[in-house]
């Protein structure tokens, strides 16, 4: 089965406790990123990647670190968390035709930070 | 970089009503604009989308418009039903950053039985 898939799905920390939510995609796709969501702000773009090492930033990659060694894998790094980090996140994945292209979201996170 | 901006936040429409949603972009280099829907505690899927050498798409009872000239796009939903209740996103790409996707702040739509 063709899918996004994210770990953990629910995670609660402290400040400073540093931690990696890892995302996983089975369909060959070029195109990686991470959203995070947040009441009345929508969708809004962490990093992306267009390919392996390949990553750049998008609206808010404060606080935040990627890397994508392998085409699969994109996983979110966040060394030291911090309160206002406290979101639900999302990873996508998609072909990349000149751009990206439908993108297919893994089921989210659900992160805390204390 | 590019700024779209969604336009209602909340829309509650009659079951059987139409629905319009409204988005406005500022980079006119961008190509490409999805529609994705979410619902309650669910992740955001397309249900649509239109490039910029196309003015309308249709898909049963969803249509997409697209003014270049004006730079906005918009959403059509007819014949709602209390199903279509959700949470939807319109998003640009393809302009001048590479890569990037944009997304509006959402709608959420409320259709009543």
């Known amino acids: 089965e063709a899918q996004v898939t994210q770990n953990p799905r629910y995670l609660i920390t402290v400040t400073g406790k540093k931690l990696t939510v890892t995302c996983s995609q089975n369909?060959?796709?070029?195109?990686m990123s991470w959203y995070r969501q947040d009441p009345g702000l929508g969708l809004r773009q962490i990093y992306y990647s267009m390919n392996v090492e390949v990553t750049d930033k998008g609206d808010v990659p404060e606080g935040y670190k990627v890397s994508r060694k392998e085409k699969r894998n994109f996983p979110l790094i966040l060394e030291s968390p911090s309160p206002n980090q406290t979101s639900l996140y999302f990873c996508?994945?998609?072909?990349?035709?000149?751009?990206?292209?439908?993108?297919?979201f893994g089921p989210g996170t659900r992160l805390l930070v204390l | 970089g590019e700024n779209v901006e969604q336009h209602p936040s909340t829309l509650s429409v009659q079951e059987g009503d139409s629905a319009v949603i409204k988005c406005t972009y500022s980079d006119s280099a961008s190509n490409y604009f999805p529609w994705y829907k979410q619902e309650l505690g669910k992740r955001p899927q397309l249900i649509i989308d239109?490039?910029?050498?196309?003015g309308e798409k249709k898909d049963q009872r969803i249509a997409v418009t697209l003014n270049k000239t004006a730079k906005h796009f918009s959403l059509h939903i007819t014949e709602t039903q209390p199903e279509d209740s959700a949470v939807y996103f319109c998003?640009?790409?393809?302009?001048?950053?590479?890569?990037?996707?944009?997304f509006g702040r959402g709608t959420q739509l409320t259709v009543w039985p």
């Open positions: 998003a640009a790409s393809g302009g001048s950053t590479l890569g990037r996707l944009y």
């Open positions: 369909m060959n796709h070029e195109y």
């Open positions: 996508a994945s998609s072909l990349w035709v000149g751009g990206p292209e439908t993108q297919y």
């Open positions: 239109i490039r910029s050498n196309v």
